[in-house]
């Protein structure tokens, strides 16, 4: 069963060929048996999944199930689900029972779709390699000894190990795109504004976005169709009609312009990955698209101005985890500062600590002109880059990460070296566009992703055309060792 | 932009951040690779250059003024550090 | 004395919206703690503020009715620090770009004389909730139930030179804010709040001193003495040849006195900058004439109609506008009992306000209210009773004897006009008393009054004074 997509699934389903709960224990099974080599889960949701798949099976039965009823999921621990554990990754939020429910939580919920667990991820989500979690890292299903990325290095693990069809994820500078990369599956950061932040915990507000991720580009249109739409809890969720993303999945894409920017192209990029993301772009020009080289001639600004903006928001952001109203609390307080700065600094872990320090400093009186202001200034130049681009071109392609899937440990005590990991993806947060991730090849036996860059809300194009390489290819249908 | 220890321990205190005096070393490096990598925004020249503080050109909405919620003390409270008599519990505050 | 006072007011109103200023959580006060603090306001993790539209509304209608420039668009910013009262480990407030900001307001001093104070902006923020250090032993309870509630802080230019001025200025401010209906101005739940920025230079000098904050001064009295204190305090400081250190300082009013808050170590850094989990908030000019069609007639307004429709003084104009509940409760006594503007006037301000002030009483929760109140100044009016009489039927209203027609009749309090029955009861007081008429007639002018009394006695107070006087004055010179 798990070697099927998600649509064949909900085929399945609704055929009754299985139940949702022979369906859902059989995830369970396979989480059971698969996940002690890959960590990808935090907490698993037997029971409730369980009695969520059997009331799909009543609604699949009644013959008005929701458009995921059935469905199993795993989603991202940064989403707070009522009742259940919502950790961000961090020891701050072990004891943490969310008490109420993401949006995502609950379109997903509405949909019919059944959680089977909370999956794992960078310590509230800084971080490209999943080493920063509380619950420690995850391994590469296609080599035990290399990162899935991060930060939803879970949710990408567990899809590539078929432990789930689909899942969710977030992405603040790449971390949904950049663990599909490494992970080999498929991978979409929506417009920022597209899907509802509310209930999902903050690391940078004007950067985070909710998305799917799956294995293949029908699959994410599914979940996306489910998790997308206004929400008035969130004043930065944009009130316009959700496209229908499954129909234009064929679409021909003939005549489409893909701009290839010569700044994704040059230095930093491994020549082994760069061949596979031409490959991949030479099957899109079989398929009728045209490549266009273009110019993003401010993409060097990305990772600096990022690495401003980004702490900033943070460091105000986790200013709420105090040890007064929810989370850890350390152990006698001599008095109210040790509160605050005990359970802070034993609640979050290093990589948080120096972002909160790096976006605290910036901020500060001297300072908040020559960085926070310089790199809003910066992050403007970068958004008129693809503004121009998409000018010329309908869609940008290039590589989603310079590297395939590097070595646990590696990169883990020079965090200037893991930033660069998302030097490719982070540019399109800053400007808030769509990105996505598909499988292209492998270097090595390692998977590698190629990043389709959108227009504002023209997730359906990228969908198009992610669907259209994959009708034409297989990457996205390969299993790694052990998990087949 | 190279931080001193002595700028590390006053940031913390700034963030409220319990920092292992053993670590503080370390942590001045880290910051200071970080800040040093981000001062190639000093390059750019945009003086004239709007800041962007949102992806999107929009505009914040407006909520009609309304109670919508209910009483929800118990369930918010129930895993909180320190509860008495429906408060939340912190050591003495001294004005 | 050669020295000047500069005082600047931060005022925080409340706004009376329903629901909070960034979620759905009830204002009211006075609930059990906590049970009006939701997801949003306790700062859970993952949850997003959302902007109240009257809070907007409010603001808007504040800056229009202080000649102020209402910003086609502002910004919300966040200011961080740390303190359990805060949730969210910031207070989303405003900074660079305020809703409100370059007006001004008239205020009256004592002697007659009008002052202009800028206001040099208004904006909105967040209250933060309240910390409880009864009760608890060696730890302090937090209560988030006031956490979010709208505030609209207004701040002055340093435009106040004296205690007095800076008084009067609030209550300008406080009215003014009760006639737009955006604030209770309840200070005692501290609706209505005050920080003083004082600093004092020499007379001439142009540049400010080093100023002092007094900080959560809840009443007019109270601002008054903090003021006066500090510029005493300034004072010594300069004179005895130390500076004026720029701190935080409370007034104690147990003690009559301010004094500094334990100084921090680091000066406050609050790392302002622009909220990313809200938009620009962007006014039209639709938005803000429809907020100019809903205003009030403002104070200022109604006390000139008041001068012009009712013929009032400028003083007693001021004072019935005081409050608009005060204004409408004399216009409509106006209005029902069609007397004379001015005497409505002396006893809305004479007997029932000294009543209401003994009983600490408003005066929309008078006993008498205005339809009974104008019954009697029309019995006054008509030559029912007089004046003094008709004290004696107010006090029976206050005391819920029923109205002014009612008291009359039940007590007998009708004023006799019948010329027949005054002169008949003259004509006995000039009987009982020969002597003093011999004396009267004699030359000894000022025992008229002596029998005006007597004959006001002998009908129990209810002869027309005026009919009194005319008769008296024929029969004694007969």
């Keep these: 069963m798990h070697t099927k997509t998600l649509a064949e699934l909900a085929r399945g389903l609704r055929d009754r060929a299985f139940s949702s709960e022979e369906l859902t224990r059989h995830y369970l099974e396979r989480i059971k048996r698969h996940d002690g080599q890959l960590n990808s889960f935090i907490t698993l949701c037997e029971d409730s999944a369980l009695a969520r798949a059997r009331e799909a099976d009543i609604q699949l039965a009644s013959g008005k199930p929701g458009p995921l009823a059935g469905i199993p999921f795993a989603h991202k621990d940064i989403f707070c689900t009522d009742g259940v554990r919502t950790s961000c990754g961090s020891r701050m939020l072990d004891n943490f029972i969310a008490p109420y429910n993401a949006t995502v939580t609950e379109r997903l919920q509405q949909a019919g779709a059944v959680m089977l667990g909370k999956t794992n991820m960078d310590e509230f989500a800084m971080g490209s390699s999943n080493e920063t979690s509380y619950y420690g890292p995850v391994n590469n299903p296609w080599n035990p000894d290399t990162v899935p990325g991060g930060s939803s290095g879970g949710s990408a693990a567990a899809v590539a190990a078929r432990l789930a069809p689909a899942s969710t994820g977030t992405d603040t500078g790449g971390s949904i795109r950049q663990p599909a990369a490494l992970c080999g599956i498929t991978g979409l950061k929506p417009t920022y504004g597209r899907v509802s932040r509310y209930g999902m915990i903050a690391f940078a507000s004007s950067l985070d976005q909710a998305g799917p991720m799956a294995a293949s580009a029908e699959d994410a249109a599914l979940m996306l169709q489910a998790m997308a739409g206004f929400d008035p809890r969130d004043s930065t969720c944009v009130d316009r009609p959700v496209e229908d993303y499954s129909a234009g999945l064929n679409n021909d894409i003939r005549g489409l312009r893909i701009g290839l920017p010569k700044e994704y192209f040059g230095e930093g990029l491994d020549p082994a990955v760069a061949k596979v993301v031409e490959a991949a772009i030479a099957e899109l020009k079989q398929l009728g698209a045209e490549p266009v080289e273009i110019s993003l001639p401010n993409a060097g600004l990305a990772v600096p101005t990022y690495y401003v903006v980004a702490p900033a928001e943070c460091s105000s952001n986790l200013s709420r985890f105090d040890g007064v109203r929810f989370g850890y609390r350390c152990d006698n307080p001599r008095d109210l500062e040790d509160l605050y700065k005990r359970s802070r600094g034993e609640g979050f872990g290093p990589e948080v600590k120096r972002r909160i320090m790096i976006g605290t400093y910036a901020l500060s009186a001297g300072y908040y002109d020559a960085y926070y202001l310089k790199a809003q200034q910066a992050r403007h130049l970068i958004a008129d880059d693809f503004k121009a681009a998409f000018e010329k071109v309908d869609v940008i392609a290039g590589p989603t990460a310079p590297n395939t899937a590097f070595r646990l440990g590696e990169k883990v005590d020079d965090p200037v070296t893991m930033y660069l990991s998302d030097v490719f993806t982070i540019a399109v947060n800053l400007a808030g566009l769509p990105g996505m991730s598909v499988p292209a090849g492998f270097v090595e036996e390692l998977p590698v992703g190629l990043q389709l860059i959108g227009n504002y809300f023209e997730e359906d194009r990228l969908l198009n055309v992610a669907h259209r390489y994959q009708q034409v290819t297989d990457w996205h249908t390969r299993i790694p060792k052990g998990f087949e | ?95 | 004395m050669q020295w000047e006072a500069v005082i600047g007011l931060e005022i925080h109103a409340q706004l009376a919206t329903k629901s909070k200023i960034f979620s759905g959580a009830s204002t009211a006060y006075g609930a059990a703690p906590n049970t009006q603090a939701c997801a949003v306001d306790l700062g859970l993790p993952g949850v997003l503020p959302v902007l109240n539209e009257e809070a907007v509304r409010m603001a808007a209608s504040f800056g229009l009715a202080t000649h102020a420039t209402v910003a086609p668009r502002s910004v919300f910013a966040r200011k961080n620090y740390f303190y359990p009262d805060l949730p969210k480990g910031y207070q989303i407030s405003q900074y660079e770009l305020p809703i409100v900001h370059t007006g001004y307001l008239d205020i009256e001093l004592e002697d007659g004389e009008t002052r202009r104070i800028g206001i040099t902006r208004a904006h909105l923020e967040e209250d933060a909730g309240k910390s409880l250090h009864e009760g608890f032993h060696g730890v302090t309870g937090i209560d988030l139930n006031r956490a979010g509630t709208p505030l609209l802080e207004i701040v002055s230019e340093p435009d106040l030179r004296s205690a007095k001025e800076a008084v009067a200025y609030m209550k300008k401010l406080h009215s003014l804010v009760r006639y737009l209906e955006i604030c209770d101005g309840n200070m005692q739940e501290g609706s209505f709040r005050c920080d003083a920025n004082v600093s004092i230079r020499r007379r001439g000098e142009h540049r400010f001193g080093t100023r002092a904050e007094i900080k959560n001064i809840n009443s007019f009295r109270f601002v008054e003495r903090a003021i006066n204190f500090e510029i005493e305090r300034q004072i010594e400081v300069l004179e005895s040849g130390g500076a004026v250190v720029q701190e935080t300082r409370l007034y104690d009013a147990g003690k009559d006195e301010t004094r500094s808050m334990r100084t921090k170590e680091e000066a406050n850094d609050y790392r302002y900058f622009p909220d990313p989990d809200l938009l620009p908030v962007e006014l039209d000019a639709a938005f803000i004439e429809a907020v100019r069609k809903t205003l009030p007639e403002l104070p200022d307004a109604k006390k000139s109609r008041f001068m012009e429709q009712y013929g009032l003084s400028a003083y007693d104009a001021g004072v019935l506008t005081a409050s608009r509940e005060m204004a409408d409760y004399y216009e409509a006594v106006v209005e029902a009992s069609k007397v004379e503007g001015k005497l409505a006037a002396n006893w809305v301000m004479g007997e029932l306000s000294a009543a209401l002030n003994r009983d600490g009483i408003e005066v929309e929760d008078s006993p008498i209210d205005a339809r009974a109140f104008a019954g009697l100044l029309q019995r006054i009016g008509d030559n029912t009773i007089s004046g003094k009489i008709a004290k004696t039927v107010f006090e029976a209203m206050w005391a819920g004897e029923g109205d002014a027609d009612a008291v009359i009749e039940a007590k007998g309090l009708k004023q006799i006009t019948d010329t027949g029955a005054i002169e008949q009861m003259i004509r006995e007081v000039i009987e009982a008393n020969p002597q003093q008429v011999e004396q009267y007639r004699s030359g000894k002018d000022k025992l008229f009054g002596f029998f005006v009394g007597q004959v006001m006695k002998a009908s129990k107070g209810k002869a027309n004074p005026a009919e009194v006087n005319k008769l008296l004055k024929q029969l004694l010179d007969e």
């Design chain 2, 1 to 95: 932009m190279a931080l001193k220890p002595a700028e590390v321990e006053k940031i913390a205190h700034l963030a409220r951040l319990a920092i292992d005096p053993v670590d503080v070393d370390q942590y001045a490096r880290n910051l200071s690779d970080i800040l040093a990598f981000v001062e190639q925004l000093e390059a750019v020249d945009a003086a004239d250059v709007t800041p962007m503080a949102h992806p999107l050109e929009a505009t914040q909405r407006l909520r009609p003024d309304v109670v919508t919620e209910t009483d929800q003390r118990t369930h918010f409270q129930a895993g909180a550090p320190a509860v008495e008599a429906g408060l939340y519990l912190v050591p003495r505050v001294i004005e």
